[in-house]
């Protein structure tokens, strides 16, 4: 499961830019999840309710922002949506389709007080 370590990731950044800002506690945390980064939202979410109790974002608020996939189809060059990596286009059924958005995982907003 490679979600803890992504929490455990997740954790560091917050706890390095919360001591950046001078804050006491952590309210919100923002992170923006891809639909093509293979990564499972609600273990993400399980594990850092585990991670981020006794820190400084214990009972944070968290909020997952899920970005769409898409990509190129060289075949019939256009910019197409993409449920899965490795799917056939949409649009003229190709296989040559290379991701272009929704591999990201990122924490987009941290808020603090």
Known sequence: MHEMSLAESVRGI???AAAAQGAK?????VLEIGELSAVEAEALRFCLDVVL?????????LEIDAVPGTGWC???DRSVPLAQRYDACPECGAY????TG?????VKEIEVE
Do not use: H, N
């Open 74 to 76: 060289l075949a019939c």
């Open 14 to 16: 917050v706890e390095d």
């Open 53 to 61: 109790r006794d820190s400084i974002a214990d009972g944070a608020a």
């Open 25 to 29: 506690r952590v309210k919100t945390v």
């Open 102 to 106: 929704g591999m990201e995982m990122r």
């Open 96 to 99: 040559q389709v290379r991701p």
